[in-house]
């Protein structure tokens, strides 16, 4: 079964049409709460088997909250929000599967190809199918050594009127320089249960935020302020990752910096570059960003569960 899902305010966003395979279709028409997921993580940024164990938990994470979970996609041609079994696992085993940023989308879908999601991208599907909610692990952010190279995920958070949780930027960016760009684009940064910027990898960076929360109803009504005033940025929601998890922060430092030399020695960059970086620090941590990084998927995926079934609970 397949539906087709309305935008914010009712009519369809200029034709943008997202196909919705139950049971994700069945909890919009029912009215219940609904976590949108991206798909690049799991295609692209994690390794096999890793990969499929965080689809798992993430998903069991946000219907162990009372929400549904949805993978968002392109999927032959079709924006998605929602795999099937028989798609998801062809994505865990990358078969034939892009990489998708927000201004891949268009050709994705008029070339009839099969697309993971990043964060931008996801919120584009996410939004247009009136999703509130979305989990991911870090979002992009500035670079380091390339202040001009920053990712659409900022833009895109700046134009997307939704709740994202997160654990902060990747730790191989410029965190500084986003938190300073977030501040610019009009993006509220909410720390959770913190009273500054973690580190994706680490609970601490030294950077403080402006605001905090400290229940899932807190974050809710922070929202709902932000859609009294008509705003059209994101509600960035950061958490520290797990304690069991996270990694002390000189340990990451050093091997990000390490990392970058590596790259700069070797002339990677551009769209190569966050992957060899990710990749080094794994090497370098001796697998133990990895960990982390399956943790704080987890744990943010329960995080945006817990906001979404609140949210469903404030509107009946």
Request: aromatic share 4%; hydrophobic share 50%; charged share 20%.
């Amino acid at each position: 079964m397949a539906t087709e899902t309305r935008a914010p305010g009712g009519s369809l966003s200029r034709g943008f049409r997202v196909r919705v395979p139950s049971p994700v279709a069945e909890a919009i028409a029912a009215g219940r709460p609904v976590v949108a997921l991206e798909s690049s993580v799991l295609a692209q940024g994690l390794p096999t088997p890793h990969n499929r164990t965080a689809a798992e938990q993430m998903m069991a994470a946000v219907s162990s909250a009372g929400a549904v979970p949805a993978i968002t996609a392109v999927v032959a041609g079709e924006a998605t929000l929602g795999l099937t079994p028989p798609e998801l696992e062809r994505f865990l085993v990358r078969d034939g599967i892009r990489k998708l940023a927000a201004r891949d989308l268009p050709v994705a879908m008029a070339q009839g190809l099969d697309g993971a999601t990043t964060v931008a991208a996801s919120l584009c599907i996410a939004s247009a199918a009136g999703i509130q909610v979305f989990a991911t692990g870090g979002i992009g952010g500035v670079h380091r050594d390339a202040p001009f190279d920053e990712s659409g995920d900022l833009v895109e958070l700046a134009r997307t009127p939704m709740i994202v949780v997160s654990a902060g930027a990747k730790s191989i960016l410029d965190l500084a320089a986003t938190l300073e760009r977030l501040e610019t684009l009009g993006v509220t940064v909410v720390g959770y249960r913190t009273s500054e910027l973690p580190g994706f990898f680490t609970r601490t960076t030294g950077l403080l935020l402006g605001a905090r929360a400290d229940t899932p109803d807190e974050v809710v009504a922070i929202y709902h302020a932000a859609q009294t005033l008509g705003r059209r940025q994101a509600i960035l929601v950061v958490q520290p990752p797990p304690d069991d998890v996270a990694l002390p922060r000189e340990v990451v430092d050093r091997a990000v910096a390490d990392a970058l030399k590596e790259a700069r020695r070797t002339g990677i960059q551009g769209a190569a570059a966050t992957p060899f970086l990710l990749g080094a620090v794994v090497e370098a941590t001796g697998g133990r960003s990895l960990i982390a990084n399956l943790g704080l998927l987890e744990a943010n995926a329960l995080l945006a569960g817990q906001i979404a079934a609140r949210m469903f609970a404030k509107n009946r």
